[in-house]
């Protein structure tokens, strides 16, 4: 056996941590993710210069008194 294959090693005791912090990482973005996207879509509309979306004004009511 060589010496230089053992460096390739990844044992249960090196890829469990890594695979830890990459689940801790992921559920940190699923616990924001709603806060995150649009936080995202804010930048966007920022650089592409359009307005932020406003909800249309309530139409008038057009109803008329018998006589």
Same mark, same amino acid.
């Given at each position: 056996?060589?010496?230089? *294959? +053992? !460096?390739?090693?990844? =044992? ?8 830890? *912090? +990459? !689940?801790?990482?992921? =559920? ?40």
């Amino acid at each position: 056996m060589q010496l230089e *294959g +053992l !460096a390739f090693y990844a =044992g249960p005791d090196q890829v469990m941590t890594v695979t830890s *912090g +990459l !689940a801790s990482l992921l =559920g940190i973005l699923l616990m924001f993710w709603n806060k995150i996207v649009a936080l995202f879509f804010k930048l966007v509309r920022r650089i592409k210069g359009t307005a932020e979306p406003v909800n249309p004004p309530a139409p008038k009511s057009t109803t008329t008194k018998a006589p």
